[in-house]
Structure formats: structure tokens, C-alpha cells
């Protein structure tokens, strides 16, 4: 049947949202499952920004990435990583053009840290107090078996690294929760004040060392031997020690269909994941292309390894001088383009009272282009400029990528940021453009494989603009 005029003009002039997956045959499918196998490795294997960092520089050495301190002089072509301090990567492809294209993302995710004299023990357990890290919901972390990452250095200034949980024959640790027999007075509390920061502490033993009287807290000394002996560390150690609680399980697939992914710490190694994967798959000798992945995200990019430093001025500085070029750092910056790769909040429609629907990312709808963040009246967002967002869309619909435009739930629900801004500062446009996710910043995070795989697509689409 012929469509109508008013059809017709209802096709052209409306948006129209569909699945991402009507875009993709069977063959391309199987293509978007096995890049979402490898994905899932990834995050199973990078727990940790410490982790990630590692990660990222391994792949990026396996296709020659070379340190850049390394390169006494750059060329076109030439590829080079940075590693700032074991935490936070930069990735560069030398381009004709000192300009750039550069993606930002972040490698750090909620999480439980360890205090500093994190060990005690009462009622026959040995306990760590624990300091949460980011925006969580702490009632989430309770009866969820975890596992212990991290580095502590010695005495003599070693680094030991520590993994605890992961292996299939590793004992796991748990925050215990109150029964429900008894539970009943909590109930009637608002939620932040029933789940109190200072009960997110972790049971790690209940055997004590020995019979001898004389010694205390006999439990917490057997933990503490058996640190000792494992790793050759005391209590003292873990002053300066970064240690990280985090989810045991392993990143699955969602789904009858298995179209999705549930696992901890797609915020934001998704992004991450994608970003340097397009990197890697992109051609471009005329820009340079750029692939940054930040620490302290959750925290307010704060730090020297977080995106508020000066991490991308004394990377593009090295590399100007090392190009022989004689521009300034600041016109290279203001004249490059950027993607703060991020992911934002799907719609939920179990709580469906929260979004505003005609402006919320769906899940399966492809990547998400969000202009602003911030919260209330566009508090702490870069507001990216209409000529930009613009620009980015007619460069996915080019390309035959499925986009769709997102904001962080209602006006005054809430709120949230990314690195949109701090990269802003610079004077180039940036956008955040993201993946739709579910359950942010829980123990386990969902997003949708062909989301994933449209934000492939999309960050190589954007490294590859002349």
C-alpha cells in the first residue's frame, strides 16, 4: 500500500527510533558477538585503573605502540603510548597534522578502597573497614562476594601486587547484611541512613592463630601471617597501600538471546574498550589521532592522574617538540576536535518516574550523543555547541550509524558529570557520546552488545575526520 503525503511528511520532518539491531544482518551480528567476547575479557581481566592501564599498554605494544619518551624524533605514522604513573594512558597515532582527533575516557570505577588500618577484629571475625570510592548505592555491596586487587609497597620499597578472589580455587570475601528477623527498625529508615559507610566491612577470617593467652586479637593475627607469609608484609604496610574491593563475578552474557552484557565496571571501560579499539582500527595519516584513558573519574578527575591535570598539554607538548613543529600547545588543543566517551543512563522502566522518556537513551538504540551534563540548571556541563553536535551527527548518519540523543533523567532528579568539561577548557568542541547503560554504578552494570559495537563504529568514524 502507498504510503500517504502525510506519511511521507511524517517520515521526513519526525525523529524516528528504532533498535540498533534492525541495522545489522546475520553475518554482521556474529561480527558484533565475537567483538563483545573479547570486550568481556577485557573486563575481567582490568578490574582495577591500575589494571586497565596494563591492559591497554600490552594491546597497544602488541600492535607497536612505542613508549614516547623513547622516540627522540616523531614522523607520521609513528605510534607512541604514555604511560602516566601506572594509572592513566595516553595512546597517539602521528598525523601529518599535529591537530587531533582524541577520544577521553575513564579507566577508574566505583569500588570499595581499604582504609588505611583497615584490620580489626570482634565478635570471632577478623574485619577491614573500608572507605567507599565514587557514587554507590552501599546497600549494593552487601552479601556480594568480593575479591581484593591492589598494591602494597614493602619496606625495602617493592611492589607487591595483590589478587585475592579471582582464581576459581581463591577464597572470596563478603560484607555481611543484617538478617530480616531483626531488621525490622532499619526498614523504617530512609535508605542513606538504614546503610551506613562505616558497616561496609568485609569478613576475611574467623580462625585464630593460637591458644596462647597472651596474645590479642588472636583472629586478626592469623590474617595478617598469612599476608606475611603470601606477600612478606605487616599492618604498617598498608598505610600507603592502594587496595580495591571489588565484584567477583565474571562479565556474562544478558539474555535468552544473549544480546546483552552484565558485569562490574562498564562504567566506563566500555567507552574505554571501544576507543581503543577504533584507534587501533583507524586510518587517518593527515590528523593525528588521540586516545586518552583517565583515572579518578568518579572522584572529580581530581589528582595528577585524573583528567583535571595536566596530562593531555605535557603529552601533545612532547610530541609537538619531538615533530619539530613550532606551533604552541594551546592553538593545537583549541583547534582539535574531541569526544568525552562516556556512557550514559538508559532508560529503566522500572523506574520509568525518574526519565523524562522523549529525552532518555534506550538500550539497543545505538550510541548516545548528550550535549550537556551537569545537574539542575546544567551544572558542572561543557554544553556542547549546536555547531559541533551537529557536525558529529551528520558524520554518523554518513556513516550509517544509528545514534539517538540522551539526558541524565529529569531536570531536578539528580544529576551527573563526566570529563566533558575539563577537556573543554582547552577551547576545542567536545561532545559526550556514550553507550546506553542500566544499573550504573552497581556491582553489575548491563549494556547491549550492538550499543557496544555502534560505539566501535563511532569513535573509528570520528579518529578517521580529516
Known amino acids: 500500500m502507498a504510503k500517504s503525503k502525510y506519511a511521507k511528511l511524517q517520515e521526513k520532518l519526525t525523529i524516528k527510533q528504532k533498535p540498533a539491531w534492525n541495522l545489522f544482518d546475520e553475518k554482521q551480528r556474529k561480527t558484533i558477538f565475537s567483538f563483545c567476547d573479547k570486550y568481556k575479557v577485557f573486563l575481567n581481566t582490568a578490574k582495577t585503573e591500575r589494571e586497565a592501564a596494563e591492559g591497554i599498554i600490552a594491546m597497544a605494544k602488541a600492535k607497536g605502540f612505542k613508549d614516547l619518551d623513547s622516540f627522540e624524533k616523531l614522523k607520521p605514522g609513528d605510534l607512541v603510548f604514555y604511560n602516566n604513573k601506572g594509572k592513566s594512558v595516553v595512546l597517539a597515532i602521528i598525523g601529518e597534522d599535529m591537530e587531533f582527533n582524541m577520544t577521553g575516557s575513564h579507566i577508574d570505577c566505583p569500588r570499595l578502597d581499604l582504609k588505611p588500618k583497615p584490620f580489626y577484629e570482634e565478635g570471632n571475625l577478623a574485619l577491614l573497614k573500608t572507605h567507599y570510592y565514587g557514587g554507590i548505592k552501599k546497600y549494593h555491596w552487601y552479601d556480594v562476594p568480593l575479591a581484593i586487587h591492589g598494591v602494597v609497597i614493602d619496606k625495602d620499597g617493592k611492589t607487591k601486587e595483590i589478587k585475592i578472589g579471582e582464581a576459581e580455587d581463591d577464597p572470596v570475601f563478603v560484607i555481611s547484611d ?8 532499619m526498614e523504617d529508615k530512609p535508605v542513606r541512613e538504614a546503610f551506613e559507610a562505616e558497616t561496609l566491612n568485609i569478613i576475611v577470617g574467623n580462625m585464630p592463630i593460637a591458644k596462647d593467652e597472651g596474645v590479642k586479637d588472636k583472629i586478626k593475627l592469623k590474617i595478617l601471617s598469612i599476608l606475611n607469609e603470601m606477600y612478606g608484609i605487616t599492618e604498617s604496610d598498608f598505610i600507603s597501600a592502594e587496595i580495591e574491593i571489588v565484584p567477583v563475578a565474571k562479565a556474562r552474557d544478558l539474555g535468552l538471546d544473549r544480546s546483552m552484557i552484565i558485569g562490574y565496571g562498564q562504567d566506563d ?11 587501533f582500527a583507524s586510518e587517518n595519516r593527515k590528523k593525528t589521532r588521540i586516545a586518552a584513558f583517565y583515572d579518578k573519574e568518579e572522584i572529580g578527575s581530581v589528582g595528577n592522574t585524573g583528567a583535571a591535570s595536566q596530562l593531555v598539554e605535557r603529552v601533545v607538548e612532547t610530541m609537538i617538540k619531538k615533530v619539530g613543529s613550532k606551533k604552541a600547545v594551546n592553538e ?22 525518574v526519565f523524562e522518556a522523549r529525552n532518555s537513551a534506550f538500550i539497543g538504540n545505538g550510541v548516545a550523543l548528550e550535549k550537556y551534563t551537569g545537574s539542575g540548571g546544567k551544572y558542572g556541563g561543557s554544553d556542547a555547541n549546536a555547531e559541533y553536535v551537529a557536525f558529529i551527527a551528520r558524520l554518523l548518519n554518513d556513516k ?22 575539563l577537556l573543554a577548557k582547552y577551547g576545542c568542541d567536545v561532545l559526550d557520546v556514550g553507550i546506553p547503560v ?16 555502534s560505539a566501535f563504529l563511532t569513535y573509528k568514524a570520528f579518529f578517521e575526520v580529516k
Request: charged share 15%; with cysteine.
Open 400 to 421: 550509517g550509524i544509528q545514534w539517538q540523543s540522551s539526558e541524565l533523567g529529569k531536570v531536578d532528579e539528580g544529576g551527573g558529570g563526566t570529563i566533558g568539561y
Open 269 to 279: 571501560r566500555s567507552c574505554a574498550f571501544t576507543t581503543l579499539k577504533a584507534l
Open 332 to 353: 593545537v588543543i583549541s583547534k582539535s576536535i574531541v569526544l568525552s566517551a562516556d556512557v550514559v543512563a538508559a532508560l529503566d522502566p522500572t523506574f520509568a518516574q
Open 438 to 453: 542500566l544499573g550504573m554504578h552497581s556491582p553489575q552494570e548491563i549494556a547491549s552488545k550492538v550499543d557496544i559495537y
Open 178 to 185: 543484617l538478617l530480616p528477623h531483626l531488621g525490622h527498625k
